[in-house]
């Protein structure tokens, strides 16, 4: 199976997480799935998707067989078939669901917010479905470096592929006392970029001065 888009993995993550949390609305509308995909709650990142970006991801999963549309009704309805799709057991579908809508997370944030799809026993029940999805062949999840300041390392889905960490994401899982903002972070490449002219302007001065004097500056 090829990598799936961001916008396909929230699509998917939306249609597994809504068939658990509110059953007498599944399979979703369209405007519930992109209402789905962008509520403002338990999202990481918080998107803002029209109803094309969101039926061209639900085309994208049909043709992998990881979403079906139903059919009998009015309106036109989705769901997904993901368990089966990806061939992982409910335990990790809830597990990759969460990191799907949510982002990397530590063992102990999953078990929570895995809760209302799967309720873990302990820790190293999650921590034991998450190496197992490590181990496959492709991966399903990573184990990430852990972040300065964090306390625990944090897992990551790939069924987007390789897992890219972000400036932000960085400075997100910073301590509190070493935490820059991304304001901060433009502010500073500004005042950088902002130095390195004046610094050409000094020394196009100083040629032209020397050249004047009939001095090598590089002497």
């Known amino acids: 199976m090829r990598s ?74 989705y769901e997904h078939n993901m368990t089966r799709g990806i061939a992982v057991p409910s335990q990790a579908t809830a597990l990759l669901t969460v990191l799907m809508l949510r982002g990397p997370q530590t063992v102990a944030e999953l078990r929570a917010n895995c809760e209302r799809l799967h309720r873990f026993g302990d820790n190293s029940s999650v921590e034991g479905f998450l190496t197992e999805l490590a181990e496959r062949f492709p991966p399903r999840a990573v184990l990430l470096p852990r972040s300065p300041g964090a306390r625990e390392a944090r897992w990551a889905h790939m069924l987007c592929g390789e897992v890219q960490m972000t400036a932000e994401r960085i400075v997100a899982s910073g301590s509190d006392e070493d935490r820059i903002t991304v304001g901060e972070l433009v502010a500073l490449k500004a005042e950088l970029g902002r130095q390195a002219e004046e610094l050409a302007a000094l020394r196009a001065l100083v040629q032209r001065m020397a050249s004047e004097l009939g001095i090598d500056p590089a002497a």
């Open 4 to 77: 799936l888009t961001p916008v396909e993995a929230r699509v998917l993550g939306v249609l597994v997480e809504k068939q658990a949390t509110v059953p007498d609305t599944y399979p979703l509308s369209l405007n519930s799935l992109v209402a789905g995909c962008n509520q403002k709650t338990a999202r990481d990142p918080v998107l803002n998707l029209s109803e094309a970006d969101v039926l061209a991801a639900v085309d994208g999963l049909k043709s992998l067989s990881l979403v079906f549309e139903t059919t009998g009704s009015r309106v036109s309805r």
